[in-house]
């Protein structure tokens, strides 16, 4: 069978490194112009793309070290959230992943933790441990750098390098083909499928299967008139000024992606080996670019160069699949910047598509029943990640227009209403929220929930003092000897953990 990739940048290569690798019949094209740019300022990740450069979901003849040193990538535990309540100067950081806990029927670790030390809440978790000791989970064995432990870290890095470094990982090791060109226009047959496509060269390309990687433009799916489905409501935001911090050679990048919220929406810091890429996220519904960059500069106390202005429509399609064209990327859809679900819903997507749904023959691949299965458990994972989205703001700030709309419940979802009503009354837990392959879970929304003043110590007492763990032993009780066992196999292993300066410097090109 053969696959026409149009695109390539991040979502493009990934597809074609996937296809290519796990299922080697098909003939892969990737068409992609050089001629289009992509911002490049700076982009985060979640564990899923650590899973992809570590070789853990396949063997994608990726390597770590190698991926640091061409990307400019640094390590990332997680996200600092600064003013995201009404006391503008309260920070908290979100681990990624949860405690150990976080599965149980209740999860007794984080309770334990709002009760004993909940500004530093963290700690109940292996990432936080590592921030707090200012370590990498890396070590050196025998002159080389090697990671010790999988405590489920991700990366910051450039996004045009990541691209870049995916498209080398495809092409030196398969038959994918590569043509540098511009899609002019796009065929259909008389069955309403896409049968080829014009390049600005001329040439026409002919397909058996096309994936659409070609970010906001959606060239093939604007062609099959996918619908849109608006998050508008729920993610007021809608621009973006991206620039970039360059930094001196004494600078070490923090472990974290730091997003700050501002009066008309949010700015982010993601730390890269040489720079920091920035960016302010704002609703152009209640303030202008200009005076949005006013407002940046104001708060860093210097001057911004911005990259461009930015517009997206935060949504998705209504079907990702559609006949034999599918879209992945931001051509499949675009909450916000928030938490980095572009990339982690690409390979959400790539890793459902490539091992269930790819099958040897189009006919075998279209058929109405996959398509319709796909779309259902895709359309889920973005709209259950916007509830994960919308509940970071829920932190009660009204300093400003913005955050008075969204105080006065104008962007709350059902979700999002149910689980702020259920915290009042009892502890939420992992059956509260989507828990599946690639949703954010009850690990991630604990520490937001968390973060923004939304679960109660008090609650949490009451409720470790009301359940036993098992005959003899208190839920209160065992949350002490987990958070105990858990420092005391910290320390253990801990001890080979390179200093997190130490590892950056090893790294750094």
């Known amino acids: 069978m053969r696959i026409t990739i149009v695109g390539g940048g991040t979502a493009g290569w990934l597809a074609a490194l996937f296809i290519s690798k796990i299922k080697p019949w098909v003939t892969v094209t990737v068409i992609e112009s050089s001629a289009i740019g992509i911002i490049g300022a700076g982009e985060g990740s979640t564990g899923a793309l650590v899973d992809v450069i570590s070789n853990r979901i396949w063997n ?3 390597n770590e070290i190698e991926f640091f040193r061409e990307t400019g990538a640094t390590l990332k535990y997680g996200i600092m959230h600064k003013g995201w309540t009404n006391n503008l100067e309260h920070s908290y950081f979100g681990p990624l992943g949860g405690t150990q806990t976080s599965s149980a029927f209740m999860d007794y670790a984080l309770a334990y933790g709002l009760v004993n030390f909940p500004e530093k809440l963290h700690v109940c978790t292996e990432l936080g441990l590592l921030l707090e000791n200012n ?3 890396y070590s050196t064995q025998k002159f080389q750098l090697e990671r010790t432990e999988s405590l489920g870290h991700a990366v910051h890095f450039d996004a045009h390098k990541v691209g870049q470094y995916f498209k080398k990982c495809t092409l030196r090791s398969s038959s994918v083909k590569h043509i540098d060109d511009e899609v002019l226009d796009v065929n259909l047959s008389e069955t309403g499928n896409i049968s080829s496509v ?22 093939l799916m604007t062609k099959l008139e996918s619908k849109w489905i608006s998050y508008q409501k729920h993610l007021p935001v809608n621009s973006a000024l991206p620039f970039v911090q360059l930094q001196d050679h004494n600078y070490i990048p923090e472990p974290y992606t730091t997003a700050w919220a501002q009066k008309n929406g949010w700015m982010w810091m993601i730390p890269q080996q040489h720079k920091r890429g920035c960016g302010y996220v704002f609703s152009d519904d209640f303030t202008t670019a200009d005076k949005a960059q006013e407002e940046i500069e104001t708060v860093l106390k210097q001057k911004i160069e911005p990259i461009r202005l930015l517009k997206f429509q935060t949504g998705r399609l209504e079907n990702t699949w559609m006949k034999n064209c599918l879209a992945i990327g931001l051509s499949a859809a675009f909450a916000e910047p928030l938490e980095a679900t572009s990339i982690h819903t690409t390979i959400s997507s790539l890793t459902t598509f490539v091992f269930e749904f790819l099958k040897h023959t189009v006919e075998e691949t279209t058929n109405p029943g996959s398509i319709n299965a796909y779309n259902r458990r895709i359309n889920r994972l973005y709209d259950d990640l916007k509830d994960f989205l919308v509940m970071h703001y829920m932190g009660q700030r009204t300093d400003s227009e913005f955050w008075q709309h969204i105080y006065h419940g104008n962007t709350k979802t059902e979700l999002v209403e149910l689980m702020l009503r259920t915290a009042e009354n009892r502890m939420p837990s992992k059956g509260d929220v989507p828990d599946y392959q690639g949703a954010a879970g009850w690990g991630l929304w604990s520490f937001v929930m968390a973060g923004i003043g939304r679960l109660s110590p008090e609650l949490a007492a009451k409720e470790l003092a009301l359940l036993n763990y098992k005959e003899g032993i208190s839920l209160s009780t065992a949350a002490k000897q987990y958070t105990d066992e858990l420092n005391d196999k910290f320390k253990r292993n801990s001890k080979s953990y390179l200093k997190y300066a130490d590892f950056i410097n090893l790294v750094r090109t």
């Open 60 to 62: 994608f003849g990726c």
């Open 135 to 137: 370590l990498s989970n």
């Open 198 to 219: 014009l390049l600005k060269s001329g040439k026409i390309v002919e397909s058996d299967f096309f994936i659409d990687a070609s970010g906001f433009q959606r060239i």
